[in-house]
């Protein structure tokens, strides 16, 4: 078994271009996800490449480098409309795992339960890719995640970073995660709402994206139109608004457990930006 950490993408992809590197990026799940499966012949850990841990902002919006950690979100200086992400970053796992896990290999595992997933899709995320053979490509966050454990990545591909568009003005976000407990807990289902208002109280914008319910994470295009003009405080969901999910019976809880459940957390994310 071979390890690898390159300093650069040149000598990262170069490690790619053969297709039998596995990429390592924080790492947390590499051997629970890998089951009685031999391990990889090479891992490729992209955490020491130069500027992947970094976070920066310009006139185009926000972008967060492959490597950046769920501790990096949180200790960063972010607007409101990060409150979601900040949220989230709070959620996943123990403080060991936050400080090693990160934004880019959370969306690359592709768990239906991925905690950035909500909130990068509220925040219309785009995921930067290079590759030696194609070059680079962006991504729109809900076209990278097609299934289960299943990206757009192609084998000799690499992810940069995950791009954040510049976002209105005073928009707001809040996240909700139902657990069996507190902490350390697998999501029954989770909700990101990132909300804009106009001068009379009432929603001008609204996204809001719900995740653990179906097998990729899904927004809810249908409900964020029909509650423009609509006060936070009168925000209601029905089964249509709710169509696009397919939420399953599993240890956690059942199916209409989870509807439920998530009618109830939309409109208390949506309420709780709302009032920021």
Not at 34 to 57: M, N, Q
Not at 195 to 219: F, H, K, N, T, Y
Request: proline residues 6%; charged residues 20%; negative net charge.
């Amino acid at each position: 078994m071979g390890y690898f950490a390159p300093d650069t993408v040149t000598d990262a992809l170069r490690q790619l271009a053969d297709g039998s590197a596995q990429i390592v990026a924080g790492g947390t799940d590499v051997y629970p996800a890998r089951g009685r499966a031999p391990a990889a012949k090479r891992y490729l850990d992209v955490t020491s490449i130069a500027g992947f841990s970094e976070i920066s902002h310009g006139p185009d919006g926000t972008r967060f480098g492959a490597a950046v950690t769920w501790s990096d979100i949180v200790r960063a200086d972010l607007p409101p409309v990060f409150d979601g992400l900040k949220a989230a970053a709070k959620e996943v796992g123990s403080v060991q795992i936050q400080n090693a896990g990160t934004l880019a290999g959370n969306i690359c595992n592709a768990s239906p339960a991925a905690d950035g997933m909500p909130t990068l899709l509220a925040l219309d995320a785009q995921v930067e890719i290079a590759s030696a053979l194609r070059g680079p490509r962006h991504v729109p966050l809900d076209a990278f995640v097609t299934d289960v454990r299943q990206t757009v990545l192609e084998e000799d591909e690499l992810v940069i970073a995950v791009c954040i568009p510049a976002l209105p003005t005073g928009m707001t976000a809040a996240f909700e995660k139902l657990g069996a407990r507190r902490y350390l807990v697998i999501s029954i289902c989770m909700t990101s709402a990132n909300v804009l208002l106009d001068d009379r109280g009432a929603i001008s914008e609204v996204r809001v994206a719900v995740g653990a319910c179906s097998p990729v994470a899904q927004r809810l295009h249908q409900l964020e139109r029909e509650l423009v003009g609509v006060r936070p405080g009168a925000v209601t969901v029905t089964d249509a608004h709710l169509s696009p999910l397919s939420p399953i019976d599993d240890v956690r809880g059942d199916a209409s457990y989870r509807s439920d459940a998530v009618r109830a957390q939309i409109v208390r994310a949506i309420q709780r930006a709302g009032t920021r």
